[in-house]
């Protein structure tokens, strides 16, 4: 393993003290990384932080795949002190407990905190890929995860465990390395896109492309395409929380005078000043092109790809066991999407938890709700010791 | 009641053979139409089409507003052969049976269908409104189709029937005129906006707003912001319907070599296809100033402003019987809106039937669910013959 400047010096400026960098070895050992739906990548680097020890006989290994937005940083450490995306769920004595797993939080392939992605050099040019990186699978960033790995000597995992589009990649990876891996937890997942949530991230990319500072991808990346960004988040984050959450937070409410747009048919309602706000402070850390090919391998992803039928695939996961996590509010990966995962991993004789909670947050509720996933979570990863 | 050439031309090309027009003698017969929120307009015209005979004594007639989108042609007629937006529920023998009644349409103030509205001349300033144009209330539309009955000699209505935006101005009229209403039909309304409506509608208005060619609301009317208002009526689309419906329907199809996009992250599944071809169908007949006014219109509506509650205002509705529909899959104007205001009326001892559908269309099912809501509404309107 090693670090290699070229590669990451454009997506290294949102990493921070505590991220580790993996350049891999590539398909064996060749330096190649050829990707699922075609194209080849050259020197990938894979971005990640781990937190607690690493056992002798390398058997506590809990993998932790993110959603589309988050970086690696899913937990404080000694060396960025600041709250990780999931700090309730990682850390001692916490539901995924350090004093117990080594835990490995990757980047996404394709994600720009540190990963190799559209904003990196391509070392064949020495020019930015911008639209010229190759089409991303959810199924190349559960590769790269896996090289990562491989290359850090760890070949089997305690669990693999994934929320959102991480989900997504959880389940890629107890498809495609079904020996390697022990425990699945998936949260609100899906086997494959609907087309209500492709046409909400089909509109959120058209936003982007509709910029004109996107400039077809090749945006100076002091000049990002800004508004279009804000925008597309503005719809994320309106699929990813729920209407009677806001409804019991915001209701009407009506932003004091001094926080009121002069513009016309501007910030009026407290809602529309909470997804201004939120929107912008996303869009300071994101890049554009990262937010498109992460977006469209979403929409792409299918187990139905790994054997004719979205059964054929559940059924290759070997797991002894798997927790399966869904949100009645979800209107991104609804509830019925994690039975559906449940049902068919369970049918092939493997056991299977579904939880269905009834959070009030949405597609988010991972994040926020630690009252209802703390306890699940802490309960299932005891009984993976037991 | 007369036509005025110079306060309809921008919209006029907008009309058929079949609208007709009403200037309005204003409040008090000035020639003043004196806004809800403040501002005044001059020389208000609305545009409206009618289907059936006017009974002798004025008794037989149905006004119906339509929801943001359409124009006053509701039904087909002899001076306009085409499809209107209501065709199987408007005509002899339908539910709204033209046979008995006297039904009219009104384009709603602010619409760009031929009513008075931020494309029209002001005839101060001999210019466009643009922006210019005052705040829109849901109060205005309803005053606007009032004021335009009194000029047609008409001022008791048998029934007011709205829909979605329309069934806002139906509660609205039927709260500022209630000796002049004796029944009133209301089908995906809502008697205030929750914030994940506002959130949508502020969202489609800020996507229109960031269009270049926007120009605060100046932009040539042959030069329309037509990007952003495609991206705008294609989250609009999304609002409207359900996602179960589109798993029905589309599920992961997708588009044929021949009809895909050749830009990098184009059109590649159906969905995003079905959403592409109707947002452009609708932009080449919305002008985008409209869709602002209508749509913040809606935010600000709120029948507890008549009278310091929603259940105050809904007490001021005098009708002998109200019909209330609402649909299980509508996500925008949910059906516990729809019960709000059926116990809202019927608390002040009112005489309400709530029919609570469970249709697949989403918020959209009036428009397309025959099947469900032609009995209902029949059944209804016989009743109130009875």
Known sequence: MSTNASAVNQSIARTTAATRFVTLRGDYGTGDFVMHRGGVLKEVVVAYESWGALSSNHDNVVLVFGGLSPSAHACSSNEDPSNGWWEYMIGPGKPIDTDRFYVICVNSLGSCFGSTNPSSINPETNEVYGLDFPDLSIEDIAKSAHHALMDLGIDHLHAVVGSSMGGMSSLAYALMYPDEVDHLVTISAATRALPFTIAVRSLQREIIRCDPGFKKGRYNPQEEPTCGMVL??????????????????????????????????????????????????????????????????????DVAEHGGSVNAGLAKIQTKTTLVIGVETDILFPVQQQQEIADGISRSGRSVEFVQMNSINGHDSFLVDEEHFSPVMRKYFESTLA
Chains 1, 2 share one sequence.
């Open 232 to 301: 597309a988040r503005k719809l994320g984050l309106m699929s990813y929380r729920a209407a009677e959450e806001w409804h019991q937070r915001f209701n009407r409410a009506r932003v004091p005078p001094e926080r009121k747009s002069n513009e016309r048919f501007g910030i009026e309602f407290e809602v529309e000043s909470y997804l201004d706000y939120n929107a912008r402070k996303f869009v300071k850390t994101f890049d554009a092109n990262s937010y498109i090919y992460l977006s469209r391998a979403m929409d792409l992803f």
